[in-house]
């Protein structure tokens, strides 16, 4: 029986039951650090979903503010174009031909297209936002394969070096 200093006090100690002891602790240091790694992997796959929920929810108010803004430039067409009339109106000019006519016609198509420029941008941005979110998925699923995966070489890596070491004792003491 060999007797190691532990400390300040001398404790005598087989050498098997030492190796035990460190490939125990070998053992649990490295499920202690699997798990930590598997729930890091797990947290970020939730923060990927968070983030690609949110993303979605930008998606869809991008689109209601799109289609809010196209309607609202639409409006805003129709109260120039009344204006315009009016005060032709006003002058005694025919509305229904000539300058007068092609005024309100552009004045009307200039106002559609501002109204579609809004909503096609509007498509764009929320678009952006949706692929964002389906990378975020992504990567969120990655993550959490990524902690998985490390955590189980982590367990089998400490495992091995415990039972390394245990034999590594064991057979010094036979030796």
């Known amino acids: 029986m060999k007797k190691f200093i532990c400390g300040p006090a001398v404790m005598t100690c087989e050498p098997a039951t030492i190796a035990t002891i460190a490939a125990v602790a070998a053992t649990v240091g490295a499920g202690v650090s699997a798990y930590s790694q598997y729930e890091a992997g797990q947290t970020q796959k939730k923060a990927?979903?968070?983030n690609a929920e949110i993303g979605r929810q930008k998606a869809q108010d991008?689109?209601?503010?799109?289609?809010?803004?196209?309607?609202n430039k639409r409006t805003q067409a129709r109260k120039v174009a009344a204006a315009q009339a009016?005060?032709?109106?006003?002058s005694g000019v025919a509305l229904d031909s000539g300058t007068p006519l092609?005024?309100?016609?552009?004045?009307?198509?200039?106002?559609?297209?501002?109204?579609?420029?809004i909503r096609n941008n509007a498509f764009r941005e929320a678009?952006?936002?949706?692929?964002?979110?389906?990378?975020?998925?992504?990567?969120?699923?990655?993550?959490g394969r990524a902690g998985?995966?490390?955590?189980?070489?982590?367990?089998?890596?400490?495992?091995?070096s415990g039972a390394s070491s245990y034999y590594g004792i064991i057979n010094a003491k036979a030796a």
């Open 48 to 50: 990927g979903e968070y």
């Open 62 to 71: 991008t689109l209601q503010r799109g289609a809010i803004d196209a309607a």
């Open 86 to 90: 009016e005060g032709a109106a006003m």
């Open 102 to 117: 092609a005024l309100l016609t552009e004045t009307a198509g200039l106002g559609e297209l501002d109204a579609m420029r």
């Open 127 to 143: 678009y952006g936002y949706k692929a964002q979110s389906e990378l975020d998925i992504y990567q969120g699923k990655a993550a």
């Open 148 to 160: 998985t995966l490390n955590a189980g070489g982590t367990f089998l890596s400490g495992a091995a």
